[in-house]
């Protein structure tokens, strides 16, 4: 049973930054395509970015070149970094595989408030 564990989040002015991390239970790892997500109040899980095996990315159109998703296999952990952040970023964001093969974590909140 893999697991993800996300942390990172934290409250934030708009325009201010964060990095989230996602730890993964796997040794299996660096095989797996990983894939951030958020979910925020009253609305439905959406996707953000995407990382292949081979460090291929691709981001929702929101992102607008605001987020850098990244990946360390040695140490069985994705990364995303928000720039420029936005109040509209407020949620909760989770990682799984992409396509999502596994339970979800517990998520990491991000609130983008002044």
């Known amino acids: 049973q893999v697991q993800f564990v996300e942390s990172g989040g934290g409250l934030v002015q708009p325009g201010g930054s964060l990095r989230l991390s996602c730890a993964a239970s796997?040794?299996?790892?660096?095989?797996?395509?990983m894939g951030w997500y958020r979910q925020a109040p009253g609305k439905q899980r959406e996707f953000v970015a995407r990382i292949s095996s081979t460090a291929s990315t691709y981001y929702a159109d929101f992102v607008q070149g605001r987020f850098t998703i990244s990946r360390d296999n040695a140490k069985n952990t994705m990364y995303l970094q928000l720039n420029s952040l936005k109040p509209e970023d407020t949620a909760v964001y989770y990682c799984?595989?992409?396509?999502?093969?596994?339970?979800w974590g517990q998520g990491t909140q991000v609130t983008v408030s002044s």
């Open positions: 796997t040794s299996r790892f660096r095989l797996v395509g």
């Open positions: 799984n595989s992409y396509p999502t093969s596994y339970s």
